[in-house]
């Protein structure tokens, strides 16, 4: 495993008067999927989102590369190799499927570069390949979520932000795509996940951090965290 690819230092996220995440310190290295698990509201998508320049910390540091993020526009992060999928499939929907994926490689110059990828996201999601001068508001859920994961990797980028990527998908769908994160991940791009799907998320990482009331409670390898009393007792069921 190379060095640290992200490191955030002690940052404070607020909401109004409200601190969503109270000094959190998180290192991601280079080709590594790390999850982020917890309750609803405990900090996690807050992270993704001062990570992706979405919510800028009120104090603390977030390096990319060894440069100060922190308080970069979400453009320039995602020109520096950042792409952040969000929660809840935000596609265009007045876009065909097709013109979705090409906002999502917009900063791109390199056109052959495009057209393989492109024809890589249709063969990751064929469902998508049948459709794809369909309106994406026409879409499933679970179709939907597909387009966001590949319009996400059509940017080509360093490391990728998913944020409840299963939320809300049938059961057959989740396992679909958790098998194209984990596929990210063996191709050699780093991971950041937000997941409420606690124990496949910690099978599948290969670090992962337990969010509490806005703080970080646990650190671990997967299984160190599948193995944890706590973890079991309050987010594995058991």
Request: aromatic share 6%; hydrophobic share 40%.
């Amino acid at each position: 495993m190379e060095s640290s690819m992200l490191e955030i230092n002690n940052i404070i996220c607020r909401y109004g008067k409200v601190d969503a995440i109270k000094g959190v310190s998180i290192v991601v290295k280079k080709g590594e999927l790390v999850t982020l698990i917890g309750a609803n509201g405990a900090g996690k998508t807050s992270t993704l989102k001062a990570i992706s320049g979405l919510l800028p910390p009120v104090s603390g540091r977030i390096c990319f590369e060894g440069v100060d993020i922190t308080k970069a526009s979400p453009q320039h992060i995602l020109s520096m190799g950042i792409a952040h999928c969000p929660e809840g499939r935000r596609v265009f929907p007045q876009m065909t499927i097709q013109e979705n994926l090409e906002i999502g490689a917009y900063r791109r110059k390199d056109k052959a570069g495009i057209t393989a990828d492109m024809g890589r996201m249709f063969d990751n999601f064929p469902k998508l390949a049948e459709r794809r001068h369909q309106m994406a508001g026409t879409l499933s859920g679970g179709e939907q979520q597909m387009l966001a994961i590949g319009r996400a990797l059509m940017s080509r980028p360093k490391l990728v932000l998913f944020d409840e990527p299963s939320l809300g998908l049938a059961p057959n769908i989740v396992e679909r795509t958790f098998e194209i994160i984990r596929r990210v991940r063996d191709d050699g791009m780093t991971v950041l996940m937000v997941e409420q799907n606690a124990y496949a998320a910690l099978d599948m990482c290969d670090r992962a951090y337990l969010f509490e009331s806005g703080s970080l409670s646990l650190e671990g390898t997967g299984k160190d965290m599948i193995d944890d009393p706590h973890v079991r007792k309050a987010y594995l069921g058991g």
